[in-house]
């Protein structure tokens, strides 16, 4: 223990990091081991680095940005529609096709303590969380097709046990236990703004995980990729946890990847306002990109298509993606590009008293989903309608709050139950 502790005190001052023992004396021995065992798995090199970098925005003064086409699901024809939605139907009912949830994420902004997975909606006449909503919609597809999908959650160290327990707690809201797996994604060390490592608790250094673009690696790690391909599984489709509108599985969406003989599909919703604070896809340098908001001039945001009304930088992301087993396996030892967000996450002060920040006091370093797919030549964006697909919970003051959420699903299902 001791030379652990010999060690651990050089690599804290090689980084100026050494706050992070202001506790050791006052500790219990147990929590000495646990903290010194956590430091000595601490990557400073790569936070430092990240933190330094991250200072820097990217320059694209040298990048070529073209657009990245789209189809439109409204202008899709009866016949198209059905088509396409039958060759995805095919692979459903052949098993071909998995389910990842990425469930990871901290959900700060919605100020939530537990897995945001397990957050209660206030629909009527029963509340349920969004792990049921999302059971519910997979539950739906299977039994239209007679077939029982895997079903993978991608949950991260801070919210694994608690997920599972909710799992338990529900009885799988009726999913067949044996399909649903769980899979721990990575974590990273918060950083403040003065570049310190912060404290959760005096004898634990504030980890979180690093972003829904790690799922590739975790899956990889947790052996997920091999178990897919031994069922001979062809296509996954991913989607975050905080969309009631999602649909988890489209065999219409599915059906135009295949077709156009793609490796990469991503749903779209129309981004209304020019200049709203929306990232957009694009391509960059001639790969499969997404546009920052900060780069969107009003000129390139109101650019159309020669003699159309197609906008060519107006398709933003809504966190729905297909991809083949191939493009995921050729992506998961790739290690994506960081990004910086600001989040709001409570730690040990000097005083050794917890605070919890009315604001975003702490750096946390996310790879993105879909920054893995400038790795491929192309892939299929499809644009669907907002009111159909896209009711995500983000926080209480933005327009993605859980009232607005209530209000579409429950549109949605009158709408849906009506044209039956
Ligand atoms: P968000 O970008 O909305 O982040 O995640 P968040 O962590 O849920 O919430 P805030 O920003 O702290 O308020 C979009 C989706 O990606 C997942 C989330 O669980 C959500 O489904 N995600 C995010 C992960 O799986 N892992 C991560 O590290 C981050």
Redesign the pocket.
């Given at each position: 223990m001791e030379d652990k502790l010999k060690n651990v005190k050089s690599i804290l001052k090689k980084y100026n990091q050494e706050h992070l023992l202001n506790f050791y004396d006052e500790i219990s021995n147990e929590e000495k081991e646990i903290l010194i065992n956590q430091l000595l798995n601490i990557d400073f090199e790569k936070i430092t680095k990240l933190y330094i970098n991250s200072n820097k925005n990217e320059n694209l003064s040298n990048t070529v940005i073209s657009p990245l086409p789209h189809i439109e699901k409204d202008k899709l024809t009866k016949e198209d529609l059905s088509y396409y939605t039958k060759l995805g139907e095919a692979i459903i009912k052949n098993n071909q096709i998995a389910i990842v949830?990425?469930?990871?994420?901290?959900?700060?902004?919605?100020g939530y303590k537990g897995p945001?997975?397990t957050y209660m909606l206030n629909l009527k006449p029963i509340k349920k969380s969004l792990f049921q909503i999302i059971a519910e919609n997979i539950i739906e597809t299977n039994n239209k097709y007679h077939t029982i999908i895997p079903w993978y959650i991608?949950?991260?160290e801070e919210n694994d046990k608690q997920t599972e327990e909710f799992f338990k707690l529900n009885n799988f809201f009726g999913y067949p236990k044996e399909k649903v797996k769980f899979f721990k994604?990575s974590k990273l060390p918060l950083i403040n703004t003065d570049g310190k490592l912060i404290l959760q608790e005096p004898y634990l250094v504030k980890e979180?995980?690093?972003?829904?673009g790690?799922?590739f690696n975790s899956m990889q790690k947790s052996g997920i990729i091999d178990e897919l391909e031994n069922q001979q599984i062809k296509w996954i489709s991913f989607?975050?946890?905080?969309?009631v509108l999602l649909k988890n599985l489209d065999p219409l969406f599915l059906g135009l990847v295949i077709c156009n003989n793609m490796e990469i599909g991503s749903k779209s919703i129309f981004k209304k306002e020019p200049l709203e604070k929306t990232a957009v896809y694009c391509k960059k340098d001639g790969k499969p990109s997404i546009l920052d908001y900060d780069d969107i001039t009003l000129e390139l945001s109101e650019s159309k298509i020669v003699n159309t009304d197609t906008y060519l930088y107006r398709e933003a992301n809504m966190?729905s993606h297909i991809m083949s087993i191939e493009a995921i396996k050729k992506v998961k030892d790739i290690e994506l590009k960081y990004h910086r967000?600001f989040?709001k996450n409570a730690f040990v002060n000097f005083e050794g008293v917890k605070q919890v920040p009315d604001k975003p006091n702490t750096f946390?370093f996310?790879?993105f989903?879909f920054d893995a797919f400038s790795y491929f030549d192309d892939m299929l964006l499809l644009r669907v309608n907002e009111n159909e697909e896209f009711a995500?919970i983000?926080?209480f003051v933005s327009i993605y709050n859980p009232d607005t959420a209530i209000e579409k699903y429950e549109n949605y299902r009158i709408a849906k139950e009506s044209s039956i």
């Open positions: 949830t990425m469930a990871g994420g901290q959900g700060t902004r919605l945001k997975g991608m949950t991260s994604q979180a995980s690093n972003g829904n790690n799922v989607g975050g946890i905080d969309n966190l967000a989040k946390k996310e790879n989903i995500p983000k926080d």
